[in-house]
């Protein structure tokens, strides 16, 4: 079974610094996805970034941008100029890639909730 | 689009009550989850379906009920709530298949709280 784990419980970044937030994970596939979800306040789930485990290219969206190694098995999410609205919790998930409907489940790491300072 | 909906948005039960939580997704997505969302825990899988008739179990199924009798709904019903049940449930669908990285779309979530 594939395993997420977030070692880093909680993070601290100053409003417009640099932080990156840790994920490790266990597989023995080749082929897989990689998600980080951030859960604001709200409680509503929202996609920050996906990485397809065949790219050898990491995936960027914006200020956020990821370090994808595989042969460590390890999925970073680093934030740039940190913004007061990216405190929130954030989810690393790992997904299979096989065509049945099974494959569409994810597994969570436990999180690591995010705090912003001015 | 709506997109996912989820109600009631929370509720309080009494220990050994029955009560179904809703789920509603208008993407006509195959796929539709539950999952529980514990401090400590990250979201953990209670069922899934990948298609209207067609359920399976997750990773905690075990005092919970699920059918899927259209494609846009997938109840999740508590037949005998327990305060170990006491969580934030969310809704969770996309479409399957090989052909790309289905994103999963989320709802708002329920916390239910069972005394």
């Known amino acids: 079974a594939q395993t997420v784990t977030q070692s880093q419980p909680e993070m601290s970044v100053q409003e417009a610094e640099t932080v990156t937030l840790s994920c490790t994970y266990d597989?023995?596939?080749?082929?897989?996805?990689l998600f980080w979800y951030k859960q604001p306040p709200s409680r509503q789930m929202i996609l920050v970034i996906r990485q397809e485990a065949y790219k050898q290219q990491n995936a960027t969206e914006n200020r956020f941008s990821v370090n994808f190694q595989k042969a460590a098995k390890s999925f970073s999410l680093k934030i740039s100029d940190s913004q007061l609205g990216d405190a929130a919790m954030y989810f690393c998930?790992?997904?299979?890639?096989?065509?049945?409907?099974?494959?569409?489940?994810?597994?969570f790491g436990t999180g690591t909730r995010l705090q912003v300072t001015l | 689009n709506a997109g996912v909906t989820q109600t009631p948005k929370f509720q309080v039960l009494k220990t050994g009550q029955s009560m179904t939580l809703q789920c509603a997704q208008d993407?006509?997505?195959?796929?539709m989850s539950w999952y529980r969302q514990d401090p400590g825990m990250g979201l953990r899988l209670i069922h899934y379906?990948?298609?209207?008739?067609?359920?399976d179990q997750g990773e905690v199924p075990n005092g919970y009920n699920v059918s899927r009798s259209t494609t846009e709904d997938f109840p999740l019903r508590l037949l005998s709530a327990a305060p170990s049940q006491t969580s934030v449930y969310f809704c969770?669908?996309?479409?399957?298949?090989?052909?790309?990285?289905?994103?999963?779309?989320f709802g708002p979530g329920t916390r239910l709280t069972v005394t």
């Open positions: 379906s990948v298609g209207a008739g067609i359920t």
């Open positions: 597989t023995s596939e080749s082929d897989y996805y």
């Open positions: 969770a669908s996309s479409h399957t298949g090989l052909a790309g990285s289905y994103e999963q779309y």
């Open positions: 998930a790992y997904r299979r890639v096989i065509n049945t409907g099974t494959a569409s489940k994810l597994t």
């Open positions: 993407m006509n997505h195959e796929y």
